[in-house]
């Protein structure tokens, strides 16, 4: 069947990669179900390969059809930012959730955690260690993307390969020290509505700069390819717009978990 092209909206054609990707989120689920009661994550880990493998080939269709194929027209390209900004959006309100949570059982603790807050059992973090490094960093991976950004802008290849890399080192340095951070925590999620709340704020934020992250990565090796220019680069426009995001988002943990909460 013959297509015609001669509008500025992108008609995708037929993938595997939704149905793969569907079939790999079920096997995970499946398989973290059978973690929590068997500890056996075998059927965890063939959900994550098959995931991976989808994402991949997934993006891999998406890089050709915008860089090689010259689908993503002027058109296009609005339509997918617009989708970046609802996207990142809805991760506030994600954020917003946990926050809530936070204020609510901070503001008024009930009497089954002593009436205090922390908890009268909880030792909490001292914000001016490995939290503020965890935040100077953020911080400077931030200035460095922006770098980055506008280095490209200015059809500077080198600055940007700079940056950029400075940056995914700065990420991965964060994902380090958080992880220290857990291992050595004097609390655990199971202590109490404080551990609940500092873990799952916390944790979800670090799981979004490991996404932020692979995401500049990909963004860094796809640059070393010739795939961005000064005037086509949203892929790369789009990591940087989410790696801001998790910076914000730490900015806000750090003041109202780990100060003010302590």
């Known amino acids: 069947m013959s297509m015609n092209y001669n509008h500025p909206y992108h008609l995708v054609t037929q993938s595997p990669w939704p149905l793969t990707s569907a079939i790999g989120t079920m096997t995970l689920v499946t398989g973290l179900i059978k ?19 989808s994402m991949y080939q997934w993006w891999r269709d998406v890089y050709r059809e915008s860089t090689l194929q010259g689908y993503h027209t002027i058109f296009v390209s609005k339509g997918l ?3 970046m900004i609802l996207f990142i ?40 260690q490995i939290p503020l490094l965890n935040t100077i ?4 991976s931030g200035m460095t993307v922006t770098w980055a950004h506008h280095a490209l802008m200015e059809n500077n290849y080198t600055q940007t390969s ?14 380090i020290l958080q992880a220290y951070e857990y ?5 655990t999620i199971a202590d109490s509505v404080y551990g609940s709340t500092f873990f799952m704020a916390t ?49 806000f943990l750090y003041i ?5 909460g302590n």
């Open 162 to 175: 700079q940056s950029l890399f400075i940056t995914i080192m700065l990420g991965i340095y964060f994902t």
């Open 89 to 128: 959006i809805s991760e506030v309100f994600f954020f917003i959730s946990f926050f809530w949570a936070f204020f609510h059982s901070s503001l008024s603790p009930n009497i089954e955690i002593g009436s205090t807050w922390p908890p009268s059992n909880i030792i909490p973090f001292n914000p001016f």
């Open 35 to 53: 973690w929590f009661h068997n500890f056996n994550m075998n059927l965890m880990m063939l959900g994550y390969i098959i995931i991976i493998l």
């Open 256 to 260: 109202s978990i780990y100060w003010w």
């Open 203 to 251: 944790g979800f934020h670090g799981l979004h700069v490991i996404i932020g992250t692979t995401f500049l990565l990909v963004c860094y090796i796809r640059h070393l390819n010739n795939h961005f220019s000064m005037n086509h680069h949203f892929g790369f426009e789009a990591a940087a717009w989410y790696w801001h995001f998790v910076d914000v988002v730490w900015l």
């Open 183 to 187: 291992i050595e925590a004097p609390f």
């Open 81 to 83: 930012r617009w989708g």
């Open 137 to 140: 960093i953020l911080i400077t």
